[in-house]
């Protein structure tokens, strides 16, 4: 059985990421990411890259669709010089609402717009590389024009890879077909990820590598993503495990997600988080997410036995394990998870 390979993910404010970053490099950890909350996920791995010297730096995932792919594709870029290439691109979609009325961008075809999404970033970076000339058409962008005055250059350690999150059918083929990897989405239990979604992307993965896409010359990896409750304390602990009830209620309340909650026979708790959600019932979310619903989507305890079912769960089953806890969590006890995680194989 292959090593898993073992990331932390930090959310919510940056003003530590540097100093986590720089203790789980130390920690011996392969990458670390950051999620595109309330901060430019772009801005805070740029100060990690100044703090680190081998850790790889991911967005956990940046918000695609809130940009166009070139002015993505310059924020990827600039990481990856600036780290060394070190860079590593994790795209999400996001859901419909916050594309339009956050962003104030187009959302129609998601899945498809997301495979040219990709093959435009990937276009624009060639020709930087290459310095051949940029020449992308598609149905949703068009980039034809790249003057020697504003491309950056090649970077010696090649392009970055891109990772795609995907929860339902349509978003999971796209990054098979079209990606480095699979980012799985925090809300998606062992069940789900083993029945629903891992069959389809890896479908996807072999009919890109019959057909002789360039990009499939590189391993893909799947990322599994799993919010993690933890403390060093009781007091602590029972404050995360409350953090983590509150985000799967969250993403529970989501229409888009709802197929995962279906696939367990729990549809109806979708409709009362929703109504709740739609009421500016937040706070009270977590309450309805009893102890078979946040087993299902989350792993909690302390350190060591996190780190036992953790490894139970996932090992064989993904090639990279990262996770995640509540926004306002101490991040030092998920170290001490991974470190356990790594001991055990």
Known sequence: MTELRLDVTATGRPTGAPELAAAAEHRGLDRFSMSETTHDPFLQLVRVADRTERIELATGVAIAFARTPMALAYQAWGLHELSGGRAVLGLGSQVKPHVVRRFGMPWDR????????????????????????????????????????????????????????????????????????????????????????????????????????????????????????????????????????????????????????????????HEQLHRMSVRGRWAEMGDLIDDQVFDAFAVAGEPAAVARELHRRYAGVVDRLSVTGPEAADPAPLLDVLAEVRALG
């Open 110 to 269: 998601p899945a498809a717009r997301m495979r040219e999404y990709v093959a435009a970033v990937r276009a624009i970076w060639h020709s930087w590389q290459t310095g051949e000339r940029l020449s992308f058409r598609g149905d949703f962008y068009t980039h034809t024009l790249m003057t020697p005055a504003f491309a950056p250059g090649p970077v010696p350690q090649g392009t970055p890879p891109i990772l795609l999150a995907g929860v339902g059918p349509l978003m999971t083929e796209a990054a098979g077909a079209v990606a480095d990897g699979l980012i799985c989405h925090p809300f998606g239990s062992v069940a789900y990820l083993t029945e629903r979604v891992l069959p389809r992307v890896r479908a996807a993965r072999a009919g890109a590598e019959v057909a002789g896409a360039a990009w499939t010359r590189r391993p893909f990896e799947v990322v599994g993503n799993v919010l993690t409750a933890t403390g060093r304390t009781e007091e602590e602990l029972a404050a995360n495990r409350r953090g983590v009830a509150e985000r799967i209620a969250f993403y529970a309340s989501t229409p888009a997600y709802r197929a995962v909650l279906d696939a367990h026979g729990w549809g109806e708790l």
